[in-house]
C-alpha cells in the first residue's frame, strides 16, 4: 500500500480505495495462482483429464481451482471452490498410476460392478466412481465421512475436511486418546452393519481429527460386505488401528475380540 498517495485523500475515500486495492490484489493472487496451477495441471494430466476439468467448471459443480493440496503417486487432490465459494476437495487420480492391476481385486467381487473394465483409463474411472459411490452409502448410514458433491471420469469433488488451504491433520499427525478410539471402533462396526461397507485401506492416515470429531475418507478401496474377501479386509483394518493405538498407549482390546463385537 502507498502511504504518501493514501495521504492526500479523505478518510472515507481512503478506505474505499484501500478496500479497492486489496480486492485487487486478492483477486489478481487468485488468477495467478489459477494460471500458474493451470500450467501444472497440463504438465501433469493428460487432455482427456483437462477436458473433465473444464467440464465441472461449465457444468457450474466446480468454480475455481486453486493450489494442490497433496501431491500423492496416484492421485492429486486440490483445493478448489465450488459454486457458492465454498472450499471443496478435488481428488484427480493420475491415469498413469501403474498399479491398476492392484486395484482390481477392490473391484472384482463387488457385486455393484458388473463387467470388468478392460483397461487401466476405464479402471481409473471405475475406482473415482467407486470412491463417491461409497462415501455416498457411508453417509446414509451416518459415517462420518467428506459429503460427496461429484465426479467426473477420473475427477472426485467432495467437501473440504480443514480449514483451507490446509488439510485437517490425520490421525498419524493429531494427538488421539480414548475418545479417538472408542469413535474408530464404533465407525468401523457403523460401515460394516449400517452401510454394509469395509473401507479396506484403513489406517492413521485416512482419518482426519477436527474439531467436530474424526472424519474418515479415502474410500476407494471400500467394498460391500459381501465381497469375498470382506471379511480378510475388516480383519485388516481392525489389525492396523489396534496397532496404531497401541504404539500411542491406548486401548487393551485385541483385533479378534473388536472383529466378534463388530460382527455380533
Ligand atoms: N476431503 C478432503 N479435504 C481436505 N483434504 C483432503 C481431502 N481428501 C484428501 N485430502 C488431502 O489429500 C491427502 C491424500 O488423500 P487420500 O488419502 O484420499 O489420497 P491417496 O490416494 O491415499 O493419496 P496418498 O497415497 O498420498 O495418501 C490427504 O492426506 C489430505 O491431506
Ligand atoms: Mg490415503
Do not use: C
Given at each position: ?45 493428460d ?94 448410514a451416518?459415517v ?29 499427525e ?31 492416515f485416512?482419518?482426519?481429527k477436527t474439531g ?53
Open positions: 500500500m502507498n502511504d504518501s498517495r493514501m495521504r492526500v485523500v479523505d478518510a472515507d475515500e481512503s478506505g474505499k480505495i484501500r478496500e479497492r486495492l486489496l480486492r485487487f490484489e486478492r483477486e489478481s493472487r487468485y488468477l495467478r495462482r489459477d494460471s500458474d496451477e493451470r500450467k501444472v495441471l497440463e504438465e501433469v494430466f487432455r482427456s483429464t483437462m477436458l473433465a476439468v473444464e467440464e465441472l467448471i461449465a457444468r457450474k459443480d466446480l468454480g475455481e481451482l486453486h493450489g494442490v493440496v497433496r501431491a500423492g503417486k496416484e492421485a492429486r487432490v486440490y483445493l478448489g471452490e465450488d459454486r457458492a465459494g465454498g472450499a471443496v476437495a478435488v481428488k484427480i487420480y493420475l491415469m498413469s498410476a501403474s498399479d491398476f492391476r492392484k486395484r482390481m481385486g477392490y473391484i472384482a467381487g463387488d457385486r455393484r460392478f458388473g463387467k470388468l473394465p478392460a483397461g487401466s483409463r476405464e479402471t481409473i474411472y471405475l475406482w473415482t466412481r467407486k470412491e463417491f459411490k461409497n462415501l455416498q452409502l457411508a453417509q446414509g451416518g462420518r465421512v467428506p459429503t460427496p458433491v461429484s465426479f467426473l471420469k477420473n475427477i472426485l469433488i467432495m467437501e473440504y475436511i480443514g480449514t483451507p488451504p490446509d488439510p485437517a491433520p490425520t490421525f498419524s493429531a494427538e488421539v486418546g480414548e475418545e479417538e478410539y472408542r469413535w474408530t471402533f464404533k465407525t468401523i462396526g457403523a460401515l460394516w452393519k449400517g452401510a454394509g461397507l469395509v473401507h479396506a485401506d484403513l489406517s492413521e485416512n482419518v482426519f467436530g470429531g474424526p472424519v474418515l475418507f479415502d474410500m476407494g478401496s471400500a467394498v460391500l460386505s459381501s465381497h469375498p474377501q470382506a471379511q480378510g479386509f475388516l480383519k485388516r483394518d481392525v489389525s492396523n488401528m489396534v496397532r496404531f493405538f497401541r504404539k500411542r498407549g491406548i486401548g487393551e482390546t485385541e483385533a479378534d475380540e473388536w472383529m466378534k463385537e463388530i460382527s455380533r
